[in-house]
């Protein structure tokens, strides 16, 4: 099956690495223009090269734009995003990405901090990107929104409630949105990602030895018995954001190796 976004703009946060860098690839290859955001310019400088020496060799059309933002703070969300918008147009596909995990201990001993983090960072950041779209998206009766989350939003870990709690609001964002959207034409998905191998794994694990032990053991505990890719990731969300799946929204689906114990 051939998987098509020709013509299509999207907006990527914490794209300049791991699951938003995939997905990057895959959409690019797949014809659309792409624009990534994330706070490390360095980064974003050697993804935007990639993407750009991808795009030559694919579809010549395709632009790709790269703006350093941190999505835990409102305003910079905003200035952002007009940019995006003045550089590649009204956008199709918005795909709230950014957001990394934090534990915490018990209840008692996870800092304020990290509550105030985790939620300003994937629930309201998540609903503030799409209500940046939102506009543009009702107007042309055409719009994807995919939020990344974790199997946590159904199965709670004790050890890291705040992202726990985030993601359960990412959950039910999605749920929303999909029914308000529904009657534009605006579709939206949540992708709950279990054990991965991402660029928060290659900074926890610096070195490569001690990173494939970590990650063999992760896959002892998964069905499918490893630790999944970015690029595995990234083929569901290109699916998402594609016509393929035009009848598909509202859901939240595991990425995760069978590990979630709630379907």
């Known amino acids: 099956m051939e998987v098509s976004l020709l013509g299509r703009t999207a907006l990527i946060t914490g794209g300049s690495s791991g699951t938003g860098l995939a997905m990057a690839r895959e959409f690019v290859r797949s014809g659309a223009s792409v624009a990534i955001v994330a706070r490390g310019q360095e980064n974003l400088d050697k993804a ?13 059309s395709a632009k790709v734009v790269a703006f350093s933002c941190d999505v835990g703070v ?14 590649l147009g009204p956008i199709d596909i918005l795909c709230n990405n950014a957001g990394e995990s934090r534990s915490g201990g018990t209840f008692e001993n996870i800092p304020e901090e990290n509550w105030r983090l985790d939620l300003e960072t994937k ?15 009702k107007a042309r009766k ?13 199965a709670g870990r ?16 999605t749920k929303g949105l999909a029914f308000d959207g529904g009657p ?27 990173r494939k032990a970590a990650l063999a053991k992760t896959g002892e505990h998964i ?11 990234a083929n569901l969300a290109t699916f998402l954001a594609s016509d393929k799946a035009s009848y598909i929204t509202g859901c939240a689906i595991n990425v995760d190796g069978g590990s979630c114990p709630v379907v």
């Open 48 to 60: 935007k090269a990639e993407l750009l020496k991808l795009a030559a060799g694919h579809v010549k």
């Open 142 to 154: 055409r719009g994807v929104i995919l939020n990344t989350g974790a199997i946590s939003a159904k």
């Open 158 to 173: 004790p050890a890291a409630m705040p992202t726990s709690v985030a993601r359960a609001g990412v959950m039910a964002l």
């Open 184 to 210: 534009h034409n605006i579709r939206a998905n949540a992708l709950l990602i279990g054990s991965l191998e991402t660029g928060q794994t290659v900074r926890h694990y610096p070195n490569e030895a001690e």
């Open 223 to 233: 069905p499918l018995g490893r630790v999944g890719t970015p690029e595995e990731f």
């Open 74 to 87: 409102a305003a910079q969300r905003a200035a952002t995003y007009a940019k995006v918008r003045e550089a």
């Open 123 to 137: 629930t309201v950041a998540h609903m503030h990107f799409a209500r940046l779209c939102w506009d543009d998206m």
